[in-house]
């Protein structure tokens, strides 16, 4: 029998598994679907580790927390550490100045042409110079194989935590149907645009079609995202392209001629509060609603989850039943 057994391989239980391992547990991974792929919410996820940025939004816990993401991620995979910008239309100038207030850790930038040249034509945008992204595919791909060096393999099997013996790690987000758990649907699409160029993600301010902009490699763009309270889990509306491609257009007109390569939808699981928690049930710990924080957060619940397993520390972020 493992030390622990982790149910889910989205990246809330892949870095369960991989704190686990690293504190010297026996490692048990499982999920229905085997490895992480489309079939999951973290598959569609943008990427960014943008704590401060988050803190226009969120709670004070996931700016605190978030802050140890990048260095957790930087162990696995490749992050890029080039900041963040929040933009907006002349129109909209007056949602900057409320970002702004809401937020720390960011400078006011005027001139945007030695920060991102293609955006120049905006005229004002605020800078969080300590944040950065990552490729959430190949973050699970790189996490996937940390862990089999490891020697935890990823087992496909539908289980429930009952069905196993031993302490479990249950990481299996909407699946887990724990009272309290919601889901918000989240839509997004994956454009080619190489004659764009942005080296840093890129949030533009709307009053009602807020956007962000991820850069990948061969000179594609994550564009997301919708935020529904829904568990519709049918493919992308056409309502949501539209908006997120009208948001795109704004912020550079080129994106017009742009491929559309991909189209996604999933539901995030979130609690009544948005903040991301592990919940204490006997021998069952339950690490669930991290919302639209998953690569953000899920270092921060792993690492007190295994706290807990190992020394038996509660902290902040678990919660007894």
């Not at 026996?26 to 973290?42: E, F, N, Q, T, Y």
């Amino acid at each position: 029998m493992a030390d622990v057994t982790v149910i889910g391989a989205g990246v809330a239980g892949l870095c369960a598994a991989y704190a686990a391992s690293k504190a010297g547990l026996d490692v048990r991974l499982i999920d229905r679907k085997g490895s992480p792929g489309a079939h999951g919410c973290s598959w569609w996820a943008g990427g960014m580790l943008a704590p401060f940025c988050e803190g226009a939004v969120a709670e004070p816990v996931i700016v605190s927390h978030g802050q140890q993401a990048a260095a957790f991620w930087a162990k696995v995979t490749e992050v890029t550490h080039r900041g963040s910008l929040v933009v907006a239309l002349q129109r909209d100038r007056e949602e900057l100045a409320r970002f702004a207030r809401r937020t720390t850790r960011h400078v006011g930038v005027d001139d945007l042409a030695a920060l991102e040249p293609d955006l120049a034509h905006h005229k004002s945008a605020l800078f969080f110079e300590d944040e950065a992204h990552l490729d959430p595919r190949l973050a699970l791909s790189d996490l996937v194989a940390a862990l089999a060096e490891t020697g935890v393999q990823i087992e496909q099997a539908e289980v429930a935590p009952d069905d196993i013996q031993g302490p479990v790690i249950d990481a299996r987000g909407m699946a887990a149907a724990l009272p309290g758990l919601r889901g918000v649907r989240g839509e997004m699409v994956v454009l080619r645009a190489p004659e764009i160029r942005l080296s840093r993600p890129v949030r533009l301010l709307h009053p009602r079609h807020p956007l962000y902009i991820v850069p990948r490699a061969g000179g594609a763009f994550m564009l997301g995202a919708t935020q529904l309270e829904s568990t519709d889990r049918r493919g992308v509306t056409a309502r949501a392209v539209l908006e997120l491609l009208s948001a795109a257009y704004a912020l550079d007109p080129r994106f017009a001629e742009a491929e559309i390569l991909e189209t996604g939808a999933d539901l995030r699981p979130a609690y009544p509060d948005n903040i991301p928690r592990v919940t204490l049930c006997g021998r069952v710990l339950r690490l669930n609603g991290l919302f639209r924080h998953g690569y953000l957060m899920a270092p921060a619940l792993a690492g007190q989850a295994v706290e807990y397993l190992t020394k038996g520390i509660k902290g902040d972020l678990v919660h007894e039943d």
